[in-house]
T-cell receptor
Framework: GIQVEQSPPDLILQEGANSTLRCNFS?????LQWFHQNPWGQLINLFY???GTKQNGRLSATTVATERYSLLYISSSQTTDSGVYFC??????????????FGKGTLLTVNP | KAGVTQTPRYLIKTRGQQVTLSCSPI?????VSWYQQTPGQGLQFLFE???????NKGNFPGRFSGRQFSNSRSEMNVSTLELGDSALYLC?????????????FGEGSRLTVL
């Protein structure tokens, strides 16, 4: 099956710093999403981005499908940005089936 | 617009018991998929239902099963619980098939098996 690798696994920042999270995937994908998992476990949608670039406030994301990677940019980080960020790709898994495969996540800690 | 609703949020069971988890998708969404999250294995796909039919199933034993009703609500069942089934179970809904659009997740059901 498809492999999804996220880097770095852990990241510690001071409030106000910028960061880039990376997601590499091993095969063609139908779509790609970035999520932030809140302390209660819910996955909060950040971006649905199978290709191209999107921005939402201090966050932006770019997916280069032909090169099989996506980047999540966080600017002027805040303590509330802390948590685990997941990249997930929807890819063909055989026959007419597709499934969502997650990376292992990046644990971001933003210190005041 | 209500989000994805999962019940119960927390539950404790003992080995050998069975459990049923419920997921109500966003109104109008026809696809529901289930995922298991554990510290060791991360987030893993369990199965997806679309229009009451199971479309795909992950690599889990037959003790894990599910179904979807005509109103798109879904349930998953785990029989003969094992300690390793302790996990956060997440449900996601999408408007069409999962590969055709964005997925939205519920808050999860946290299962502890003693």
């Amino acid at each position: 099956g498809i492999q999804v690798e996220q880097s770095p696994p852990d990241l510690i920042l001071q409030e106000g710093a910028n960061s880039t999270l990376r997601c590499n995937f091993s095969d063609s994908v139908n779509n790609l999403q970035w999520f932030h998992q809140n302390p209660w476990g819910q996955l909060i949608n950040l971006f649905y981005i199978p290709s191209g670039t999107k921005q939402n406030g201090r966050l932006s994301a770019t997916t280069v499908a032909t090169e099989r990677y996506s980047l999540l940019y966080i600017s002027s980080s805040q303590t509330t940005d802390s948590g685990v960020y997941f990249c997930a790709v929807e890819a063909w898994s055989g026959g007419s089936n597709y499934k969502l495969t997650f990376g292992k996540g990046t644990l971001l800690t933003v210190n005041p | 617009k209500a989000g994805v609703t999962q019940t119960p949020r927390y539950l404790i069971k003992t080995r050998g018991q069975q459990v049923t988890l419920s997921c109500s998708p966003i109104s109008g969404h026809r696809s529901v998929s289930w995922y298991q999250q554990t510290p060791g294995q991360g987030l893993q796909f369990l199965f997806e239902y679309f229009s009451e039919t199971q479309r795909n199933k992950g690599n889990f034993p037959g003790r894990f099963s599910g179904r979807q009703f005509s109103n798109s609500r879904s349930e998953m069942n785990v029989s003969t619980l094992e300690l390793g089934d302790s996990a956060l179970y997440l449900c996601a809904s999408s408007l069409l098939r999962s590969e055709d659009g964005e997925l939205f997740f519920g808050e999860g059901s946290r299962l502890t098996v003693l």
